[in-house]
């Protein structure tokens, strides 16, 4: 398979936990980015990277939220003391860089339920 | 301020009635608009990318278009299958971020 994985698939927390998920991209596409998609909405821009360099961060991502693309290969996104506003579908994406290879390709995502 | 607005919200068709779906933008600079379909729990599957005013694509039974403030996805003949919400999103111009502003959604449902 050779599109962009996401680890886990769902995930339920009781409020106040920790929780991170991975996302593997497209081999060679260095281009990594983090949405947020709540019911009935279209995604949301969270933050991005270009190799392992994080290089913009929405102000949805606020303090509790952190992300890490090590070695500019898999991402992590990490969020501390979850919410109940924390539930939502959390996407990655990735493209590769450079002309018009810029349409993003999605993982399956990871289900956050906070209860 | 929406950037993108999808329209209808919802709409139900029967097998082999076509219909459009819309979607208008407002952006300084478009670099690229982008249709995507999503079915439920799943991540966004990418239909098309449209870079100029006046140009097409097409795929199976779908047709985008593009003009200067909207675009509309074709729908011909749908079967039950191309039941989904399809997601519209832009791309801005300038900078480095290539980060998708997307639109809320058409959920398309075609009973047989």
């Known amino acids: 398979d050779t599109g962009v994985s996401q680890d886990p698939r769902h995930k339920i927390t009781k409020r106040g936990q920790n929780v991170t998920f991975r996302c593997d991209p497209i081999s060679e596409h260095n281009r990594l980015y983090w949405y947020r998609q709540t019911l009935g909405q279209g995604p949301e821009f969270l933050t991005y990277?270009?190799?392992?360099?994080?290089?913009?961060k929405s102000r949805l991502l606020s303090d509790r939220f952190s992300a890490e693309r090590p070695k500019g290969s898999f991402s992590t996104l990490e969020i501390q003391r979850t919410e109940q506003g924390d539930s939502a579908m959390y996407l990655c994406?990735?493209?590769?860089?450079?002309?018009?290879?810029?349409?993003?390709?999605f993982g399956p995502g990871t289900r956050l339920t906070v209860l | 301020e929406d950037q993108v607005t999808q329209s209808p919200e919802a709409l139900r068709l029967q097998e082999g009635e076509s219909s459009s779906l819309n979607c208008s933008y407002t952006?300084?600079?478009?670099?690229?608009l982008f249709w995507y379909r999503q079915d439920p729990g799943k991540g966004p599957e990418f239909l098309f990318t449209l870079y100029s005013a006046g140009e097409e694509k097409e795929k199976e039974r779908l047709k985008a278009t593009l003009t200067k403030k909207e675009s509309f996805l074709h729908i011909t003949a749908p079967k039950p299958e191309d039941s989904a919400t399809y997601l519209c999103a832009v791309r801005e111009l300038g900078g480095s971020n290539y980060k998708l502003t997307f639109g809320k959604g058409t959920l398309l449902t075609v009973n047989p």
């Open positions: 994406a990735s493209h590769p860089e450079g002309g018009l290879q810029d349409t993003q390709y």
């Open positions: 952006v300084s600079g478009l670099r690229g």
């Open positions: 990277f270009q190799n392992e360099a994080q290089l913009e």
